[in-house]
C-alpha cells in the first residue's frame, strides 16, 4: 500500500488511485477555452494531480459558464462532482453527457460508476464497475489501482444488496453552521457532556495558506492560490441543543504542517493529536486541558513505530488505547491494536485486535463507548457497503465479538468515519462525504447514538475547591466490587475545579479527593442497582484547620430546617388553590440536601435523581436541589418519585426573582392568587 503523509488522505477517498487529465481531455480544453483563461483550468488540473476534487469544482464552474459544451470541463466537472455532497445528481448528469467520447476519456465507466453510486442507483453502478474492471487495460499503476478499486466496490454492493432493506429507526442531521462550511470538517471529538466539540478543519482558514507537497508556504508567493491546505485543529463550544459557537483555532496545537483531531478522553482533558513529524508516516501526539489552555502536544513513545500512526480512542480510565497502525504483521493495511499505557507519555504492551476484527484491507477511527463495552470503527473491507463504513462490535466475556455493519443511513456508498456517541449514547456524531453537504466532508449527528438497549454508566460532574476557591486536585477513583479494575486517577481543572467522570455500573467506588498536604476527603457511591445512565453531581469542598473554624457556628442540621420549611401549609391544600399556577419569575425547585459541610451530604442515595445543582444561599447553608418546575404540579409529582427512590426529607423550594422562598413565605408575601380567586 502506498504511504502518505497526511491524517486523511487529501482526496477522501479509499484508494490510491486518482482522475487524470489525458490527451483527449487537455486537447478539448486548450482549443476550447480563451488563452487568457486558461489559468482557470491549470488551477482545476493542479486540484485532480493532488486529489482535491472538491477544490477543483470551482474553477472548472467559472469556465464551464462560458464555454458550456466543452466535453472535457464537463467531464472533469463531473468527477469533482462526486465528491462534494450536493452535488453528486449534477456529477451525474454531466458524466452521462459525456458518453458520445466514453472511449477517449480515461477510467470513463468507472467514473460513471462511482457517480451512480453515489446518488445510491447500485445496479447500474455495479454495472459500470464491472465494465471497468473489465475493460481497463493495466498500463500504469493508476490503472491497476482503478480496477483493483472497481473490484473492491462490486463485493462491497453485494454486501449493499444484501442490506438495502435494513434501515434504522435514527435521525442523521447535519450540524450545520457555523461548524459545516465548504471547507472540510471531520473527526467530531466531544466529552461525555458534550459541552465542547474539537474537530478537524482543512480550508481557507488553515495555518500557512495553501502549501506545496513538500510542506513549503505559498502564502506569500504569486502561487498562492496553487498548492494544498493542511489540516488544523478548531474547536466550538455547545450553546443549546442546536447551537454551537463561533469555532476558533487551537493555536498551541496548530502548526504550518499537519495538525489533526484523534480522539478525546471522556473527561475532556487528554487530545490525541496526529502530526505527520517524527520517525514515520505520520505520529501520535498527546495534548493535555491545563485551565483553559491545551498545551503543547508531546510525541508518545512506544505507541509510534515507522509507518502510519494515525487514530486512536481511550477505554474508560484512559489507561488502554485501541489505535490504528500500518506496522507491519498487521492482516491488511491499516489495523487495529490495543496499546497501554506504562508512564507519561509512553506506551507497551501493544497487540493486534486479530482477525475478527481486523481484514486484509483497512480498519481506521475507533471509538469505545463510556461503559467500555462497544467498539465503533471504520472498514472498506468485505462487510462495507462502499467506501468505508461505520462498524460495531460488542464486548462480550471480555472478547470483541464478529463485528456488524450499523447500515443505513448513517452508512452510505460513500466515506463515513470518526463515529462517537455521547456518554448516554442517546445522540452520535460522525463525518461523512454524502448528498447534501456543504464541503466535502461534514459532521452529522444521529439520534439515537446506539441503537437498541442504552448504555448502562454513571456520569459524574462536579468541582472541588479549596476554602471555597477552585483547585487542581487529584481524583483518585477505586473499585472496591470489582477488584480487577483496580484504580484509576483524574484531576480537576486548575482553573474551574471542575472534573467530569464516567463510571460503569454494577459496582462500588470509593473516590479520594487530595490537594497538597491537607487532609483527602472521602466519598463512596455504589452502582450496583443502575441499569442505564444517569448523571450525578459531587461537590468536593476541602478546608484548611483555620477555614473551617470560621463556619463552624452555623447550623448544620437538616432536619431541623425542614421543619421550618413548611410549617403551617398543607400539600393538599396548595395543590388544589395553585397547582397550575404559572408566575414569570416564579420556580419550584426540590431540595434533597441542605448543610453547612457538604461532606455531609450522601452522593449514593443521590444517584438516580439527574443534574443536581449546588448552591451557598445568603444565610450560609449549601443546599442541593434539582429541577426547575413552573407549576407546583409538576414539582409535586416529582418530589414523589424522589422520596420513592431515595430521600424521605426531601420538600419543594420556591425561586422568585433569583432569590429563595418557603412555601409559607410566598403566602405571606402575596405572590400567589389562587385559581379560584382566593
Not at 469544482?57 to 458550456?68: R, V
Not at 463485493?155 to 444488496?161: G, I, L, Q, V
Request: glycine share 8%.
Amino acid at each position: 500500500m502506498k504511504k502518505v503523509c497526511f491524517f486523511l488522505i487529501i482526496s477522501l477517498i479509499a484508494f490510491n488511485s486518482h482522475a487524470q487529465i489525458n490527451a483527449f481531455v487537455n486537447d478539448d480544453i486548450e482549443k476550447t477555452v480563451d488563452p487568457n483563461k486558461l489559468h482557470f483550468y491549470n488551477k482545476a488540473r493542479l486540484s485532480f494531480e493532488t486529489k482535491q476534487y472538491t477544490e477543483a469544482s470551482s474553477p472548472i464552474d467559472s469556465l464551464l459558464i462560458i464555454y458550456p459544451d466543452c466535453i472535457g470541463l464537463r467531464y472533469m466537472k463531473g468527477i469533482s462532482g462526486c465528491f462534494k455532497g450536493d452535488k453528486t445528481k449534477t456529477a451525474l448528469e454531466l458524466l452521462k453527457s459525456t458518453s458520445s467520447s466514453s472511449v477517449q476519456l480515461e477510467h470513463y465507466p468507472y467514473w460513471l460508476a462511482y457517480a451512480y453510486e453515489a446518488n445510491d442507483s447500485l445496479k447500474k453502478a455495479r454495472l459500470y464497475f464491472e465494465i471497468a474492471a473489465k475493460s481497463i487495460l493495466l498500463t500504469t499503476e493508476n490503472d491497476k489501482a482503478i480496477v483493483a478499486d472497481a473490484k473492491r466496490r462490486i463485493e462491497n454492493m453485494k454486501m449493499a444488496s444484501k442490506m438495502q432493506h435494513m434501515r434504522n429507526t435514527v435521525e442523521v442531521k447535519d450540524i450545520g453552521s457555523p461548524i459545516n462550511t465548504e471547507a472540510e470538517e471531520y473527526v467530531p471529538l466531544l466529552p461525555s457532556d458534550e459541552s465542547f466539540m474539537i474537530y478537524t478543519y482543512r480550508g481557507k482558514l488553515s495555518k500557512g495558506g495553501k502549501q506545496n507537497l513538500n510542506k513549503q508556504s505559498l502564502l506569500h508567493t504569486s502561487k498562492r492560490e496553487e498548492g494544498i491546505y493542511f489540516e488544523d485543529v478548531f474547536t466550538s463550544v455547545k450553546i443549546n441543543d442546536s447551537t454551537w459557537s463561533k469555532p476558533t483555532a487551537l493555536k498551541t496545537i496548530n502548526t504550518s504542517l499537519h495538525d489533526a483531531a484523534v480522539t478525546l478522553s471522556s473527561d475532556g482533558n487528554l487530545l490525541f493529536i496526529y502530526k505527520n513529524l517524527g520517525t514515520g508516516n505520520g505520529d501520535l501526539y498527546l495534548s493535555q486541558l491545563v485551565g483553559n489552555n491545551w498545551t503543547v502536544p508531546v510525541y508518545q513513545k512506544g505507541l509510534n513505530s515507522d509507518k502510519w500512526e494515525g487514530s486512536a480512542a481511550f477505554f474508560p480510565g484512559n489507561k488502554f488505547i485501541i489505535f490504528s497502525s500500518e506496522r507491519k504483521g498487521g492482516f491488511g493495511g491499516k489495523d487495529l491494536y490495543k496499546a497501554e499505557k506504562l508512564g507519561d507519555n509512553l506506551w507497551g504492551n501493544i497487540s493486534n485486535l486479530g482477525p475478527t476484527i481486523n481484514s486484509t484491507d483497512d480498519e481506521d477511527a475507533p471509538f469505545i463507548t463510556s461503559d467500555g463495552n462497544i467498539l465503533f470503527f471504520a472498514s472498506n473491507g468485505k462487510l462495507s457497503t462502499g467506501g468505508y463504513d461505520i462498524l460495531r462490535s460488542d464486548l462480550v466475556g471480555g472478547i470483541w465479538e464478529q463485528p456488524y455493519n450499523i447500515g443505513k443511513p448513517v452508512n452510505t456508498p460513500n466515506d463515513d468515519k470518526f463515529y462517537i456517541v455521547s456518554g448516554d449514547g442517546k445522540k452520535g456524531y460522525y463525518s461523512s462525504q454524502t448528498q447534501g453537504g456543504k464541503g466535502g466532508q461534514d459532521i452529522y449527528y444521529i439520534k439515537p447514538g446506539i441503537a437498541g438497549k442504552p448504555v448502562s454508566v454513571v456520569r459524574i460532574s462536579g468541582n472541588v475547591t479549596f476554602n471555597d476557591k477552585p483547585i487542581e486536585a487529584s481524583i483518585q477513583i477505586n473499585s472496591l466490587k470489582k477488584k480487577d479494575i483496580g484504580s484509576q486517577t483524574y484531576v480537576s481543572n486548575s482553573t474551574t475545579g471542575k472534573f467530569l467522570i464516567s463510571l460503569p455500573t454494577n459496582n462500588d467506588y470509593e473516590f479520594i479527593f487530595t490537594y497538597k498536604n491537607f487532609p483527602a476527603m472521602k466519598r463512596t457511591i455504589s452502582t450496583k442497582d443502575v441499569d442505564s445512565s444517569i448523571v450525578l453531581t459531587m461537590i468536593a469542598d476541602l478546608y484548611s484547620d483555620a477555614y473551617s473554624k470560621m463556619v463552624e457556628n452555623k447550623r448544620d442540621s437538616l432536619e431541623k430546617l425542614n421543619k421550618l420549611a413548611n410549617s403551617g401549609v398543607s400539600f393538599d391544600e396548595f395543590k388544589a388553590n395553585y397547582g397550575d399556577l404559572i408566575i414569570d419569575s416564579l420556580f419550584y425547585k426540590i431540595q434533597i440536601g441542605a448543610y453547612v459541610f457538604i461532606e455531609n451530604f450522601n452522593y449514593t442515595r443521590a444517584i438516580d435523581l439527574g443534574i443536581i445543582i449546588r448552591k451557598i444561599y445568603d444565610d450560609g447553608i449549601t443546599r442541593f436541589t434539582i429541577g426547575n418546575y413552573k407549576t407546583f404540579n409538576e414539582a409535586f409529582e416529582r418530589i414523589t418519585d424522589v422520596k420513592e427512590l431515595a430521600v424521605k426529607d426531601a420538600f419543594i423550594l420556591v425561586q422568585y426573582k433569583n432569590k429563595h422562598y418557603y412555601l409559607s413565605d410566598i403566602l405571606k408575601k402575596g405572590l400567589l392568587k389562587s385559581s379560584n380567586g382566593k
